[in-house]
């Protein structure tokens, strides 16, 4: 897990300027892969605005970004320029509530209508 | 290569000699596996903190010959 000073500002100013970012494979509307799919539904159950970044067409994120979080896979969730977690945790999280309420915490609004 | 049942146990053993460990083979192409892991060395450390553990027990083979391992992370009640 390789990352050099340029892809590291990358991420850093990605995950700083949005407050939620999903480093995934695919896009929200086409993902490419079951887990990054999963994580995208549980973000739009939630109505959480995100940005979708697709690692398959940024090699250079795609391995970052692993070692930017210490995390071997993708997707990867970042709250408020923090690592929340892959689809694991974001699973156990939704099914316990904790993310609506973690998402709360970090003033991220949501709008399960949407 | 895939891996084997097996060997993903005993690597998580290695790093976390207490812990009880169930691995399920999801689809049986050794590629795809859920483990539950329970053990005292999670005790107080967040989600993300207590997967990265067990991800160093696996020595590098998470995202590579391991596709996908759900993981389930607890300290012993």
């Known amino acids: 897990m390789s990352l050099d000073e340029a892809t590291k500002q990358r991420i850093t100013k990605e995950v700083t300027d949005n407050e939620v970012v999903l480093f995934m494979k695919g896009t929200p509307v ?4 079951g887990f990054s799919a999963a994580s995208v539904q549980i973000l739009s159950h939630l109505g959480v605005r995100f940005k979708g970044i697709n690692v398959m067409e940024d090699p250079a994120i795609r391995e970052g970004i ?9 997707p990867q969730l970042y709250v408020k320029g923090e690592f929340a977690g892959g689809c694991d945790i974001m699973k156990e999280m939704y099914m316990s509530g904790e993310l609506s309420q973690f998402m709360a915490e970090q003033g991220i609004e949501l709008d399960p209508a949407a | ?35 539950t ?3 005292q060395a999670f ?35």
């Open chain 2, 37 to 39: 892991v329970v053990s």
């Open chain 1, 66 to 74: 692993k070692a930017y979080s210490d995390w071997p896979t993708i």
């Open chain 2, 43 to 77: 005790a107080g450390k967040s989600r993300v903190a207590q997967h990265q553990l067990v991800y160093k027990a696996l020595k590098g083979k998470m995202g590579g010959e391991l596709h996908a391992l759900a993981l389930t992370t607890r300290a012993p009640a």
């Open chain 1, 30 to 33: 086409f993902p490419m892969c």
């Open chain 2, 1 to 35: 290569m895939a891996m084997q049942a097996a060997e993903i146990e005993a690597m998580i053993q290695e790093a976390f000699p207490d812990a009880t460990i169930e691995i399920e083979d999801l689809r049986g192409d050794g590629d795809h596996y859920a483990a």
